[in-house]
């Protein structure tokens, strides 16, 4: 029986079960476990492991991990999260009797770069509520409709600038909130910082530090990071581009955020950096939803 791992090595365990007989109805019967499902060769906390693992990774480089076939662990992943979803059914129910029913949209990768699953949860719950091959307007269509009693019921909707997304969830609930998770808005802005570094000669071993949070970054790094900017002053006016979107995230109102939102896609318009000028075109075409986070600022970050 597979277990949690301990100081870094596979912990297995040998569990006994006893076979019974009733003497009224001469049915035998085993022994049960409450931290063993019947039929399962792993405990409840290592497949709860396991899924969430795959949640903030890949099933193939979980597999990879563990030094368990890719099978078993897919086959995991999908009947922990169907246990998930059957747990959360009477939760799911209470919120819509609510009417404020507030849905996670996005998508994972089962294999890096070649297959993702769309993922519907709960953001109250925090719960799974459903999966669907692929991240298709149709397929999405699919889990948005067969996951949800009312539309009606659906106050808020978080998700990613990914059209087939949007587009299937006007068709389902078009009266709706949509929130553009702020991560992703974010990671595009990275992103194009790091467009900009990789066109600056002799960076390569700079990445981590441009890209990591300011206040994150410990003493030493700080340093390095003001000698590199120092050097490289296009590469100072990026990274001040990406530090001065963060900040946007910061302030608590509307008016506020929607006022240094203008201004910095007017900044990174000024730029010459295309990258730049690319994010700033995306943000402009998705303003109103990535403003909408400052009213209701739920995110995906559970997914």
């Known amino acids: 029986m597979r277990d949690l791992s301990v100081l870094g090595k596979p912990l297995f365990l040998f569990v006994r079960v006893y076979r019974y007989s009733c003497h009224n109805c001469n049915e035998g019967f ?4 409450e931290c063993i499902r019947p039929n399962k060769h792993q405990t ?19 597999s990879r991990k563990e030094k368990i076939p890719y099978t078993t662990v897919e086959r995991i992943f999908y009947s922990v999260a169907k246990e998930k979803e059957k747990e959360h059914v009477e939760t799911l129910e209470s919120v819509l009797e609510n009417n404020e029913l507030i849905l996670n949209l996005d998508e994972i990768a089962v294999r890096k770069g070649h297959r993702y699953e769309t993922v ?17 307007y149709h397929s999405t269509q699919i889990l948005l409709a ?14 990613d600038m ?14 709706a909130c949509i929130v553009i998770n702020k991560y992703h808005v974010v990671q595009k802005v990275t992103h194009a910082l790091d467009q900009v570094r990789k066109k600056t000669p002799g960076l390569k071993k700079g990445r981590f530090k ?5 206040e994150k970054l410990t003493a030493n790094e700080k340093q390095q990071l003001d000698e590199m900017l120092k050097e490289h002053s296009e590469l100072s006016y990026a990274y001040f581009l990406k530090e001065l979107f963060r900040k946007i ?10 006022s240094l939102l203008e201004e910095w896609i007017q900044l990174a318009w000024s730029s010459p950096f295309p990258s730049f000028h690319q ?15 400052f009213l209701t600022p739920f995110t995906n970050g559970r997914i």
Request: net charge positive; proline share 2%; hydrophobic share 35%.
């Open 162 to 175: 990914w059209d087939p997304f949007h587009k299937a969830v006007k068709s389902i609930f078009p009266e």
């Open 249 to 258: 995230y910061q302030v608590n109102d509307y008016d506020t955020a929607d």
């Open 279 to 293: 994010v700033a075109k995306t943000i402009e075409n998705w303003k109103a939803q990535i403003l909408q986070y």
């Open 44 to 62: 409840n906390r290592y497949r709860e492991y396991l899924y969430e693992m795959c949640i903030g990774s890949t099933i193939q480089e979980v």
């Open 120 to 136: 519907l949860m709960g953001t109250q719950s925090g719960s799974v509520l459903g999966m669907e091959h692929q991240r298709s």
């Open 210 to 214: 441009l890209l990591k949070s300011s």
């Open 30 to 33: 085993s022994q049960t476990f």
């Open 146 to 159: 067969k996951k949800i009693l009312s539309n009606k019921c659906v106050h808020t909707i978080v998700m």
